[in-house]
């Protein structure tokens, strides 16, 4: 496997290579290329020394800006030059997704290939097909289905499928009622089913009030209620919201679990959530967010994070901004306090960007009680139209590191016709 | 019966079910979303119902303004719903800077000058993912649910 992941970054990071090489393209109408070649250095938790290159391109083709067909590439891929072990067997690149897309009247879209499908529920990679479209003024549809991405790396993709859909009912713009299926199997046995219901609602006074519940066929149990209202008063924007979560419903879903989650799959336990963020645009120059979440369990104690944070443009090339937050669990390991400053600079020929991370616990962890990060970012945009050059560096003393300088370089460039 | 049969019988109903759907769909009209957002915008987060009805013309704008609740994380109850809205303004890429099974760097590394943005697990979060984890692993969950996507996980917690 490592020498295919090797061949997937070597293509990616070749074809990224020619992009530049290449130049604008001379017929290209409907054209949107994107590439970030980053490098970094980096000494690991092992002691291994990391040097490796990345290249993640986008591309799109075909018709962007109107109904046909279009196509869609993204991925990634690396190469260490120190060629340690810091990366193990790590895949060295992806084809995050790769697909050809057709649209027509009716809000109708066909996507073929690899893709992602965020939809009622769904949060999956998929080989395969879905398709979108309004069936009448009141009804639209997703159906989806091919192979999973996810669980290819448990015992190889032969029968695995993943398939599932949505049924949307909606009312112009008072209301969209969805129905949700997924079905994912693993090697021919079911790993995920789920149902899922969703909603949102537009209430007067600009008052909105959405949420969804997924019930898990394969563990016979709710799995998740997510539920949150927007509303507008006084110039700010408050948001209300109630999430409750069953581990086992929620996590327990066969070999594609991942890792951290099979210990919770396997307990009784139920999260619920409460909390509201507000946003206060209104505050003089000066931007303000409040939040709070409150989580309550039936087998833990509760735990609360309350913050506050800023965004003040001191002047028009110049943002400062930060956040005080504090986490308040139920025992000393589970508290900390959060202190954020940032600043964002811009200049005649590109930026500037400083940010600082200050994590202080109440309990230690691996005997130290703080985590502070900084780190300090320039870009140059420079005389060829969008060639960006960024340089950053960081540097880290938390429980993990003593004390760390990372370094980090950027070349992206952007090209649309 | 062998696993394959039923899945050759589920594809089978699953396109012709989408057949029939799609053929309902070339045989009305309805409110039409434009392929791409027809005024370049200016920098910055847009508040949509800035400039649209903020519950008209059938999209309820409002539920896509970017505000910071929106960015933290309000955006997954639009976008699961009305995906279509955001392919407006946003290549599936931009979702997959966040959401994606395997993208290796997470976004503020990828990222660095991007300090104004909400990019989560700034700084040291191994250490903070602990605590966030403990707390809440429902939102860890949606990112690093599966075994693709927890890769970066497996050092510690195993497979």
Redo the contacts between chains.
């Keep these: 496997m490592p020498k295919r992941w090797g061949a997937t970054a070597l293509a990616f990071t070749a074809l990224g290579a020619f992009v530049f090489a290449a130049g604008p393209p001379a017929r290209a109408a409907g054209v949107h290329l994107a590439s970030s070649t980053l490098v970094r250095a980096f000494e690991d938790r092992d002691g291994n020394r990391a040097t490796p290159v990345y290249e993640y391109l986008q591309a799109d083709l075909g018709e962007l800006d109107d109904r046909g067909v279009s196509v869609h590439l993204y991925g990634w891929g690396r190469l260490d030059l120190a060629d340690d072990d810091a990366f193990g067997d790590r895949a060295a690149g992806e084809a995050v997704y790769a697909y050809a897309q057709y649209t027509a009247g009716n809000n109708l879209m066909v996507r073929l290939g690899r893709q992602y499908v965020f939809q009622g529920g769904a949060n999956e990679s998929l080989d395969g097909v879905r398709v979108d479209a309004d069936v009448s003024p009141l009804f639209s549809f997703t159906a989806y289905g091919g192979v999973p991405v996810a669980v290819e790396e448990v015992d190889g993709r032969s029968g695995d499928t993943l398939w599932g859909g949505r049924f949307g009912h909606h009312s112009g713009d008072r209301y969209d009622l969805g129905l949700s299926y997924k079905h994912l199997a693993n090697d021919g046995s079911r790993d995920d089913e789920f149902v899922g219901l969703d909603g949102s609602v537009s209430l007067p006074a600009g008052i909105g009030v959405s949420g969804r519940s997924l019930y898990s066929l394969a563990t016979d149990g709710w799995a998740e209620h997510a539920y949150e209202a927007d509303v507008p008063a006084w110039g700010t924007r408050i948001r209300p919201f109630f999430q409750q979560v069953s581990y086992e419903d929620r996590f327990d879903t066969g070999e594609n679990t991942g890792g951290p989650f099979r210990a919770l799959a396997g307990s009784d336990e139920r999260s619920t959530t409460l909390g509201a963020d507000w946003w206060i645009p209104a505050a003089g120059p000066v931007d303000v967010t409040v939040r709070l979440h409150h989580n309550r369990y039936d087998e833990r104690s509760s735990a609360t994070y309350a913050a506050g944070s800023v965004r003040w443009p001191v002047a028009k090339a110049l943002d400062l901004g930060g956040e005080l937050g504090r986490m308040n669990g139920g025992d000393d390991r589970d508290r900390y306090t959060l202190l954020r400053l940032f600043a964002y600079w811009e200049l005649p020929f590109g930026y500037a960007t400083a940010d600082a991370v200050y994590a202080r616990y109440d309990e230690d962890v691996f005997g130290e009680d703080a985590s502070l990060f900084l780190s300090a970012t320039g870009g140059w945009r420079t005389p060829v139209e969008n060639l960006l050059v960024e340089v950053n560096a960081d540097y880290g003393s938390d429980p993990y590191f003593d004390s760390n300088l990372r370094a980090f370089a950027a070349v992206r460039y952007v090209y649309d016709r | 019966m062998t696993?394959?049969r039923p899945?050759f019988w589920?594809?089978l109903a699953?396109v012709a079910?989408?057949a029939v759907?799609?053929g309902?769909?070339?045989l009305?009209?309805?409110?039409?979303?434009p392929?791409?957002h027809p005024d370049e915008l200016e920098p910055g987060p847009p508040v949509c119902s800035d400039c649209h009805e903020?519950?008209?013309?059938?999209?309820?704008y409002?539920?896509f303004?970017h505000?910071?609740?929106f960015a933290?994380g309000?955006h997954?109850?639009?976008?699961?719903?009305?995906?279509?809205v955001c392919s407006l303004c946003h290549?599936?890429?931009m979702?997959?800077g966040c959401?994606?099974?395997?993208?290796?760097?997470k976004p503020s590394?990828?990222d660095?000058?991007?300090?104004?943005r909400a990019y989560p697990h700034?700084?040291?979060y191994?250490?903070?993912h602990?605590?966030?984890?403990?707390?809440?692993?429902?939102p860890?969950?949606?990112c690093?649910?599966?075994?693709?996507?927890?890769?970066s996980?497996?050092?510690c917690?195993?497979?």
């Excluded at chain 2, 903020?54 to 309820?60: T, Y």
């Excluded at chain 2, 602990?130 to 429902?138: E, K, L, Q, T």
């Excluded at chain 2, 690093?144 to 890769?151: Q, R």
């Design positions: 696993p394959k899945l589920s594809g699953a079910v989408a759907l799609v309902c769909a070339a009305h009209s309805s409110y039409e979303l392929a791409a903020p519950d008209g013309g059938g999209v309820v409002a539920r303004d505000t910071p609740a933290a309000a997954r109850l639009a976008a699961g719903q009305r995906e279509a290549q599936p890429s979702c997959n959401h994606a099974d395997a993208v290796e760097l590394t990828r660095p000058g991007g300090t104004r700034r700084g040291d191994l250490t903070r602990r605590i966030d984890g403990r707390v809440d692993p429902a860890c969950f949606r690093h649910g599966n075994p693709k996507a927890s890769a996980c497996r050092p917690h195993g497979r």
